[in-house]
């Protein structure tokens, strides 16, 4: 079943009642590419088909930043959508 509708609502209230919940855990480190073994401090933020966030790396002292960048990415899909201002 699938909760969630193939586009996302236009009105903001909406759009705030679909998240169905927040998982915090461990905190996968990104590894760089071509730097044998090098475990990179930098975050990055990937999403699924299905549209499911994921925020990867980073240091625990960013965390606002890292919370901004993925706010940011979430606001801008949804002006894809015609939804703005989220926060």
Known sequence: HNAFPDKIP???ETARNLIVSI????????LESGKNGFVSRKHI???????VFYLLGGKLT???RMA????DRIQSN???FGI???V
């Open 62 to 64: 960013i965390f606002r």
């Open 45 to 51: 933020i990937k999403e699924s088909p299905s549209g």
């Open 10 to 12: 236009a009105d903001l």
């Open 84 to 86: 703005y201002n989220l």
């Open 78 to 80: 949804l002006n894809s």
């Open 23 to 30: 998982k915090v855990g461990v905190r996968p480190l990104v």
């Open 68 to 71: 901004e960048d993925v706010m």
